[in-house]
């Protein structure tokens, strides 16, 4: 079957970085849109950044655009995201999901698949 199991969060001063991971199992690796989306509590589900593995096509939140970079690694079946440039505003729990085939931005109604969140928590 299909998981997807996001790490890397951790407890980071403002300006650090982390590299959150969202490995994958069970899909055809190169046909697959994912996304990574971050939540806090009282709020909506935000869409960070995409990446299409079939294309390398990428999409980003304005709110991220220049800090976060998101990458594929074909060969371990992993999606990472780079976290630059942290704001305490970026404290969020964090998720990957995944969509077969293409998808036009990271927003949560088009991805069927999803992982277990990993919490970033970024301290002033």
């Known amino acids: 079957d299909v998981q997807l199991q996001a790490s890397g969060g951790g407890l980071v001063q403002a300006g650090g970085s982390l590299r959150l991971s969202c490995a994958t199992s069970g899909f055809a690796f190169d046909d697959l849109t994912i996304g990574w989306f971050r939540q806090v509590p009282g709020k909506e589900r935000e869409g960070v950044s995409a990446?299409?593995?079939?294309?390398?096509?990428?999409h980003y939140a304005d709110s991220v655009k220049g800090r976060f970079t998101i990458s594929c690694d074909n060969a371990k079946n992993t999606v990472y995201l780079q976290i630059n440039s942290l704001k305490p505003e970026d404290t969020a729990v964090y998720s990957c999901a995944a969509q077969p085939g293409l998808v036009v931005a990271p927003l949560a109604p088009l991805y069927r698949y999803w992982g277990q969140g990993t919490q970033v928590t970024v301290s002033s």
């Open positions: 990446i299409s593995t079939t294309d390398g096509n990428t």
